[in-house]
């Protein structure tokens, strides 16, 4: 049986708000992305399909982050109702997007480098790697508390908790 990877949210919080701070934060954050890249100029670029025209990529990330925040929804809802059913697309969505993120802050930063931008690539890099670190942490505390429901509802509900303070 899995133990949680970790018993609080940032030393102080419960696992269930952490999860619930998590699901809003990738909500708000897909919209913000939404509304940028709807509203703004920007060149989209991607790292094996350059043939691929510009709006179809803005098209596709529109689409992924319309998923993201559904799945953020559907882990919210699981988190509230102590669902880890609803929870299980959100922790496998999430360490997919943190290694995604961790290769496309690489891939850019050596990119700026590359081209002479040394200190945008520095920029780049110290951002990019910064926030991978605060998703990857986002996602260790909703999967903590998947790791908890699951095991509240292996051993029934009305048990004994183990790991929750």
């Not at 809003?24 to 919209?31: G, H, P």
């Not at 913000?32 to 709006?55: A, E, G, H, M, Y």
């Not at 803005?58 to 699981?78: A, Q, R, W, Y």
């Not at 059913?85 to 943190?98: C, D, F, K, R």
């Amino acid at each position: 049986m899995s133990k949680p990877l970790t018993n609080t949210c940032c030393f102080c919080q419960s696992l269930r708000n952490g999860s619930i701070i998590s699901g809003l934060l990738a909500i708000t954050l897909s919209i913000i992305t939404i509304v940028i890249s709807l509203t703004l100029r920007i060149d989209f670029n991607t790292i094996d399909f350059d043939w691929l025209p510009k709006n179809t990529v803005k098209i596709i990330l529109i689409i992924n982050l319309c998923m993201t925040i559904l799945i953020s929804l559907l882990m919210i809802i699981g988190v509230v109702k102590r669902n880890h059913y609803l929870m299980m697309p959100w922790v496998v969505l999430g360490i997919m997007i943190a290694i995604g993120l961790l290769i496309s802050v690489i891939y850019t930063a050596v990119k700026f480098f590359i081209d002479g931008y040394m200190l945008t690539g520095i920029l780049w890099l110290v951002v990019g790697l910064l926030t991978t670190a605060i998703l990857s942490y986002c996602w260790c505390v909703v999967y903590s508390e998947y790791v908890v429901l699951l095991q509240e509802n292996e051993r029934g509900r009305y048990n004994k908790q183990l790991y929750r303070r």
